[in-house]
């Protein structure tokens, strides 16, 4: 799995730092797909075959890690939302996307309950994640569609909500769709007075 680099890294990385780094991200992607994201940072590095040192000298945290992990996927659901704008109402568009999301909340066990804090990361797919999300978010409250009392995290906390659901069996993922439109039915009503 490539990896693009963090936007808070300065200058690329020497030959052999870029190869640790990958060699840290292709672990990291089957160690989670195997046992979480709450799997022990310890054997991520020995499945790298890299120090411990090493591993948090590219990755401070684990939700640094899982952020850099979910890079791409975060990039490329940012991309075919932008890429649909223009066929979808801003209704439908906002629920397209946090379909996606869910549904990338669920690719680790475990994700879905650090998507909040995985999204503060400053990577380019965070970063593009959180801009697309709150885009969407202003398009759908200026045609009334949401209410403007809605506010990204708002979204982010029903994403989790909906993928802690699926991930602890309480839903299968077929329902993913049924819920984002009950929720996204409930914020579109008026404020109570």
């Not at 052999?16 to 780094?21: F, G, K, L, S």
């Not at 952020?67 to 397209?96: M, V």
């Not at 965070?126 to 697309?132: D, L, S």
Request: charged share 30%; proline share 2%.
């Amino acid at each position: 799995m490539k990896s693009k680099l963090s936007a808070t890294d300065e200058a690329p990385l020497r030959a052999d730092a870029a190869r640790n780094r990958e060699r840290i991200l292709e672990a990291a992607e089957e160690v989670f797909l195997e046992r979480g994201a709450e799997a022990s940072l310890d054997d991520i590095a020995k499945r790298a075959k890299v120090g411990i040192g090493t591993l948090y000298r590219r990755f401070p945290t684990r939700d640094a890690l899982l952020a850099a992990t979910s890079d791409e996927r975060l990039l490329s659901l940012a991309e075919a939302s932008r890429a649909r704008d223009e066929k979808l109402e801003p209704s439908a568009a906002i629920r397209a996307f946090v379909k996606e999301l869910v549904n990338h909340a669920s690719h680790y066990r475990g994700l879905a309950a650090l998507l909040g804090t995985v999204l503060q990361e400053d990577t380019p797919g965070c970063h593009a994640g959180r801009e697309e999300g709150r885009r969407l978010l202003q398009r759908a409250q200026k045609t009334g569609a949401v209410r403007k009392d809605v506010s990204f995290d708002d979204l982010v906390c029903m994403v989790t909500a909906i993928s802690l659901a699926i991930e602890q069996g309480g839903s299968s993922k077929s329902r993913v769709a049924h819920l984002v439109d009950l929720f996204f039915d409930g914020i579109g009503r008026t404020k109570a007075v």
